[in-house]
């Protein structure tokens, strides 16, 4: 039978509780304490301009980020993971195999890339000719071959990649960026998302949506084919009429305000009507391109007579231009669902070499010369890229089939730009290109090294939400410092 507490018991644990409160105060007082440095850092938004410049945790390499994402998952062992072995062991039963089964079902033999390998650059790097021009820039590229996906399933996998979570109703990096440090662009979204000329991904908005951030930080969708929608006046109403409208109407806000200062929801109402009269006078002219350069189409291919590649390059000239802008983070898609598995995406299961031979030029060129132009203009000094997409590619083609399975245990991305570490790679696969072996890299690692050259601390940038302090790496991820500068 326990004793009953007794006064010298309760006086003495009473004194030294108090000793411990005191310790802890004067330690947190002198920053000692281990909490302090990954206590959560929640951006004060002011509700009248809820995308007003904010300070970053720590001096950033980087002000934007560019993120191409390839939707259908490219299949690294044909792009920029180079394998010896997967050539010298061609139509070879891979070890293992007779028990392995991924996505789609059985696996047949070991089938090395259609496309052969080179050394490009002065750095030598071993990359396919599926994609030359990109090949081409291996010089200012830090390739991560180690990259691993929780889903082999392209809807999950793809939310992980842009939310960090395979799970729908979490923020995309970008809505997360523009919540940490707001927008140096006042007239145009502070992240837009360019969807690919036949369509969207396959999880959607979900990409560049705000889920439990304030709606004022989720993306904006359009592209060079497809402007903003309901930003153009109407016909029936005169110039002058829609002029002395606004007016008006800002009068009203400003009195209604005035009268009630404290009201957050209305201030923040206020807020997203103006940037979208601003928008209405800055959007049209984002996207008409007629002070480019000859060159600059011919470069971008813009006037290619393959429709699907124009309109593909057209919105690579539109991504230049919003980075021109400020924009603070660009969201550029290549590859769309809505016309089946593999027709307009890099979902190469049945017929690879056929499918990839289509889906490479549309890429390419484009992709190419938007990173050349962002160099050449001195953009790509305070730009970031990050090429992704939602997993790899089996070194094997599927058992009656002559395309490979998904593989999430091992592939590739790569950064290029601000604060990276140009000719360069980090981590491995093994000898097929089948699993990651060496520094193997997650999705998290990725996002804390993209909001790391932001000058984003990703353990401290933190949302409250049903309780849990919500953090775009969740409770993981560590900085590549390997990759950069």
Same mark, same amino acid.
């Given at each position: ?17 108090? @000793? ?40 950033? +390499?980087?002000? !934007? ?35 392995? =089964? ?10 090395? &890339? ?10 030598? +790097? ?6 030359? !021009? ?88 359009? &592209? ?13 109403? &005169? ?90 983070? =660009? ?13 307009? !995406? ?89 699993? @990651? ?24 940038? &933190? ?23």
């Amino acid at each position: 039978m326990n004793s009953l507490l007794d006064r010298r018991t309760l006086l003495t644990d009473f004194t030294t509780g108090l @000793a411990g409160i005191a310790l802890t105060h004067l330690l947190q007082q002198s920053r000692l304490t281990a909490s302090d440095d990954r206590s959560p850092i929640r951006p004060v938004i002011d509700a009248a301009d809820p995308l007003a410049p904010r300070a970053p945790h720590f001096a950033p +390499k980087a002000k !934007n980020v560019l993120m191409i994402f390839c939707s259908g998952a490219l299949s690294h062992v044909d792009t920029w993971d180079y394998k010896p072995e997967l050539i010298k062991r061609h139509d070879t039963p891979m070890p293992g195999s007779d028990k392995l =089964v991924t996505f789609q079902g059985e696996n047949g033999n070991l089938i090395k &890339s259609p496309w052969q390998f080179r050394p490009r650059g002065e750095c030598g +790097k071993m990359i396919s000719d599926l994609l030359p !021009n990109l090949a081409g820039l291996a010089d200012d590229i830090a390739f991560i071959h180690s990259m691993t996906a929780k889903s082999n399933t392209h809807g999950p996998a793809e939310n992980q990649m842009s939310t960090g979570y395979t799970l729908d109703g979490f923020p995309g990096i970008g809505a997360w960026v523009n919540y940490a440090l707001g927008s140096e662009c006042r007239d145009l979204p502070a992240f837009v998302a360019i969807p690919d000329p036949r369509g969207v991904p396959q999880v959607g908005s979900n990409h560049w949506n705000s889920a439990f951030l304030p709606a004022t930080f989720q993306g904006t969708a359009f &592209s060079a084919e497809r402007a903003i929608p309901h930003l153009k006046r109407p016909d029936s109403i &005169s110039p002058d009429a829609d002029i002395a409208t606004r007016e008006l109407v800002q009068f009203l806000n400003k009195t209604q305000l005035d009268h009630h200062p404290a009201d957050r929801q209305l201030a923040a109402r206020i807020a997203s009507y103006e940037m979208a009269a601003r928008m209405q006078l800055s959007a049209p002219r984002i996207v008409d391109y007629s002070d480019e350069t000859p060159a600059t189409h011919e470069a971008y291919g813009t006037n290619s007579p393959d429709k699907v590649q124009a309109g593909f390059a057209r919105n690579c000239l539109l991504a230049r231009r919003l980075i021109e802008k400020g924009v603070r983070f =660009v969201q550029l898609f290549n590859g769309a669902y809505a016309m089946g598995e593999g027709v307009g !995406n890099w979902d190469g299961h049945k017929t690879l070499q056929a499918q990839y031979s289509i889906h490479a030029p549309i890429l390419d060129r484009p992709a190419a010369a938007l990173i050349r132009d962002l160099k050449q203009r001195g953009l790509l000094e305070e730009t970031v890229v990050a090429f992704v997409t939602e997993f790899g590619r089996m070194p094997t083609f599927q058992k009656g089939a002559s395309g490979r399975d998904h593989n999430p245990k091992g592939f590739t991305v790569w950064l290029a730009g601000a604060g990276v570490k140009g000719g360069h790679s980090y981590g491995s696969t093994d000898e097929f290109g089948a699993k @990651a072996i060496e520094n193997v890299s997650t999705i998290y690692d990725l996002h804390a090294t993209l909001l790391h050259l932001l000058g984003i601390n990703h353990e401290r940038l &933190s949302y409250y939400h049903n309780g849990i302090e919500r953090r775009l790496t969740d409770v993981h991820g560590h900085v590549l410092s390997e990759v950069l500068t």
